[in-house]
């Protein structure tokens, strides 16, 4: 008989969390959620008579529910698609033992919060731990003014903040390994594209990720809005498109076709967003993007030093969707980063002709 996996293991917590009374249900839930970060196989942990308590989110009761699925399996729910196409951290980890080079050849992360917004670390502490794995650079993207909740930052601040990362910059000049911090941000956009900041401000910033992040529960068809994000001059990556969330918020719907090709057309990227509760795009958009020949960015969208570990998520749903290499902007030297950056505003600032 299959063992349980977390994965089954997570749509079983949830499950039992609709017909659960509190303080019980928050508790399935949050496992729910926690199982996709477990370091192995709950099934191994059982096995090898260890207790389930050494994983996140799991006390005494939770730990007496999985011990007995996984002695007695039950079956597995069809998954309804707010819980559909997330990677385990465990799964993903698998996927990338075909391909080793891709976790120590990838080059930097493109989306990173800080105390700036609402990330808990400073620049200096999240470089420090992209220089530990290896990286050559990242891009602080902190959230800009028009998202209030996240701490969203103004022009002004903005400038300050780049004070901060050439004295981040001047002071790992002298490392053994060359090391960038990149000035970026995640643009709020509006419904019908437009960002937030002045776009003298976006100009100044090394690369622009723009994201949406209203009107998000639209049961219609978005297409425009995504036509329109892509044509906006400024931002040159998709952040998180579908704006969906682990059994919180399925995300918009799109003709997703034509936005990838829209993308591939002006040489735009569209995000992996690696936070394990995004998972964004999912699977089977990327491989839409794949066949239409766009530009693909991961960001771990991390919060924290910790979280730059999310990147295995990424690269995970990359690599198993088909992306190649060479389309993954992460895999570039900051240099050739850079240079694409700088062809996608110019072909977005030149008018077609009349
Ligand atoms: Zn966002």
């Known amino acids: 008989m299959d063992l349980l996996t977390n994965s089954d293991i997570a749509e079983l917590l949830a499950t039992a969390s609709e017909s659960a009374k509190q303080p019980l249900q928050k508790a399935l839930r949050r496992a729910s ?70 976790l120590r050849d990838v080059k930097g992360d493109l989306q990173m919060h800080t105390l700036w917004s609402d990330g808990t670390a400073s620049i200096q502490e999240m470089a420090q731990a992209a220089v530990e794995r290896g990286y050559e650079y990242i891009a602080i993207t902190d959230h800009a003014k028009g998202l209030k909740i996240a701490g969203g930052i ?10 901060e990362i050439a004295q981040v910059n001047a002071a790992m000049a002298s490392t053994a390994k060359p090391f960038r911090v990149l000035r970026s941000i995640e643009l709020n ?23 949406f992040h209203s009107a998000l529960r639209k049961k219609e068809d978005q297409t425009e809005r995504y036509l329109a994000a892509l044509r906006n001059p400024d931002l040159q990556i998709l952040g998180h498109p579908r704006g969906r969330i ?68 990424g690269l995970a749903s990359a690599l198993s969707a088909g992306v190649k290499l060479d389309r993954i902007l992460n895999f570039m030297t900051a240099d050739e980063l850079l240079g694409w950056v700088a062809s996608v505003r110019q072909r977005s600032t030149r008018r077609p002709a009349a």
Not at 41 to 51: C, D, K, L, N
Not at 189 to 211: F, H, I, Q
């Open 33 to 102: 959620r926690k199982a996709f970060l477990w370091p192995e196989e709950a099934a191994h942990i059982v096995q090898e008579g260890r207790s389930l308590e050494e994983l996140a989110g799991i006390g005494p009761s939770l730990n007496r529910i999985i011990r007995r699925w996984i002695q007695d399996p039950p079956d597995i729910p069809k998954l309804p698609e707010i819980r559909t196409g997330f990677l385990t951290s465990v799964r993903a980890r698998e996927i990338l033992e075909a391909k080793p080079s891709w």
């Open 154 to 163: 103004d022009e002004s601040q903005l400038d300050t903040q780049a004070e």
């Open 189 to 211: 956009l509006n419904p019908s594209g437009a960002g937030d900041m002045e776009p003298a401000a976006l100009s100044r910033l090394n690369l622009v990720l723009g994201c």
């Open 246 to 313: 682990y059994n919180f918020r399925l995300g918009l719907s799109a003709d997703w076709r034509r936005v990838f090709d829209l993308a591939a057309d002006l040489d735009k990227a569209v995000e992996i967003d690696s936070y394990p509760d995004r998972q964004d795009l999912s699977g089977d958009l990327i491989k839409l993007a794949v066949k239409a020949g766009c530009r693909i960015s991961i960001g771990t969208d991390s919060h924290g030093p910790s979280q730059l570990r999310f990147m295995e998520f």
